[in-house]
Structure formats: structure tokens, C-alpha cells
Nanobody
């Protein structure tokens, strides 16, 4: 059984920062691709970032490039999403996900999902 639990969401002002964490249980993350997605009310779930098991293999959506940074700590079985210069448009529920394949933008290639953590950015 694999379980992913996100944390670190909250309410911040525009221009602020947050760090999201995703802790995995039931499987070590060292050889798996991890992804971050987000979903706002009335919108489809969208890709945010993905980080592979090889060093330096990280990709970002154009909307967050230069502001968000994904990282992983395999010793802690945890992945992170550092979010800087947050904008009201970033308001969403953020999800982490695990894939046995390579890095990808499509949600349907990910096998396991967390419950999500709410991020709200006020103007």
C-alpha cells in the first residue's frame, strides 16, 4: 500500500512564499518520478512540476517557472515544492503524485495521489 500525504498549505499574501511537503509511506521514492499538480474550483487539474529520480531531472509549467522549485529528500522519503512570489492565480488545492515511469506532464501517467493541501493567496 502506498500513501502520499501533503502538508504546508495555508493563507499567504501575494508575493509571499510557502513550502509544501509530501511524505510517502509504503514505498521508497528514490527510483520513482514525483509530480505536483493543482486544481482550482471549476477548473481541470493542471500540471505544476515533476521531478525524476535522477539528479537534475526537473520540469515546470510555464506559469510557475522561475517561482517554484521542486526537490526531494530520499532519506526522508519526502518531496517538496518551494513556492516563491506567490500570486492570487496560484490559489488551488495542490496534490503530489507518484509515477513508476519517467517525468511527465499528464496526470494520467501517475499511479498514486495524495489528498491535497489548500493554498490560498490573497491580493
Amino acid at each position: 500500500q502506498v500513501q502520499l500525504v501533503e502538508s504546508g498549505g495555508g493563507l499567504v499574501q501575494a508575493g509571499g512564499s510557502l513550502r509544501l511537503s509530501c511524505v510517502a509511506s509504503g514505498r521508497t521514492l528514490s527510483r520513482y518520478t514525483m509530480g505536483w499538480f493543482r486544481q482550482s474550483p471549476g477548473k481541470e487539474r493542471e500540471f505544476v512540476a515533476t521531478i525524476g529520480w535522477l539528479p537534475g531531472i526537473t520540469y515546470y509549467a510555464d506559469s510557475v517557472k522561475g517561482r517554484f522549485t521542486a526537490s526531494r529528500d530520499n532519506a526522508k522519503n519526502t518531496v517538496y515544492l518551494y513556492m516563491d512570489n506567490l500570486k492570487p492565480e496560484d490559489t488551488a488545492v495542490y496534490y503530489c503524485a507518484l509515477s513508476s515511469g519517467g517525468t511527465a506532464r499528464a496526470a494520467n501517467v501517475y499511479d498514486y495521489w495524495g489528498q491535497g493541501t489548500q493554498v490560498t493567496v490573497s491580493s
